[in-house]
T-cell receptor, first 114, second 119 residues
Framework: DAGVIQSPRHEVTEMGQEVTLRCKPI?????LFWYRQTMMRGLELLIY????????DSGMPEDRFSAKMPNASFSTLKIQPSEPRDSAVYFC????????????FGSGTRLTVV | AQKVTQAQTEISVVEKEDVTLDCVYE???????LFWYKQPPSGELVFLIR??????QNEISGRYSWNFQKSTSSFNFTITASQVVDSAVYFC????????????????FGAGTQVVVTP
């Protein structure tokens, strides 16, 4: 089991550019979560999917953020246009409802917007 | 709404001392899960322990132990005989295991407690 795979690990971009973060969940997990971690707000849930369908996107900060899950093995989080205040570590996690519920997190993407 | 409070911002200990991390939670669900995660300086989030709301038995796993008390909505975590490698931020988290798809799964984190273990 390769775990949850996120790419890229680090991203530095200029303000106004589009940023796309990628996530591959653990095979067999039917839930996928995107979290953002900042010093000011800690770990906050942005959006989560069940069986590729978005369930709750109330944590998405504004329309500049969008997330998709076109299939069970891939999800993207896009920021367009990016702003310096978007600088944070973005984590993807996956889980399954059946059996033992454990949330497995990816290594995170450290985003810096200059 | 669910809420997790970790009142301790930072705890500093000398190696081999015990460390107890406090966690208080709020939830309206009767069925829920509680977790502890560790975030070392490298940044990844590492799963440590999980507890169901219907199982208040406290356990010990190696140097880790936890004290779950529903009556006080607390889920405290203890590291026995701390080591320098235990230096990290520790997060308590709660997820409600509601019956519907819409209510299941949100993992709410506390603010975290920084543990510093010095030799």
């Amino acid at each position: 089991d390769a775990g949850v795979i996120q790419s890229p690990r680090h991203e530095v971009t200029e303000m106004g550019q589009e940023v796309t973060l990628r996530c591959k969940p653990i095979s067999g997990h039917d839930y996928l979560f995107w979290y953002r971690q900042t010093m000011m707000r800690g770990l906050e849930l942005l959006i989560y999917f069940n069986n590729n369908v978005p369930i709750d996107d109330s944590g998405m900060p504004e329309d500049r953020f969008s997330a998709k899950m076109p299939n069970a093995s891939f999800s993207t989080l896009k920021i367009q246009p990016s702003e310096p205040r978007d600088s944070a570590v973005y984590f993807c996690a996956s889980s399954r409802r059946s059996g033992v519920t454990i949330y497995t997190f990816g290594s995170g993407t450290r985003l810096t917007v200059v | 709404a669910q809420k997790v409070t970790q009142a301790q911002t930072e705890i500093s200990v000398v190696e081999k001392e015990d460390v107890t991390l406090d966690c208080v939670y709020e939830t309206r669900d009767t069925t829920y899960y509680l977790f502890w995660y560790k975030q070392p300086p490298s940044g990844e989030l590492v799963f440590l322990i999980r507890r169901n709301s219907f199982d208040e038995q406290n356990e010990i796993s190696g140097r880790y132990s936890w004290n779950f008390q529903k009556s006080t909505s607390s889920f405290n975590f203890t590291i026995t005989a701390s080591q320098v490698v235990d230096s990290a931020v520790y997060f308590c988290a709660l997820s409600e295991a509601g019956g519907t798809t819409d209510s299941w799964g949100k993992l709410q984190f506390g603010a975290g407690t920084q543990v510093v273990v010095t030799p």
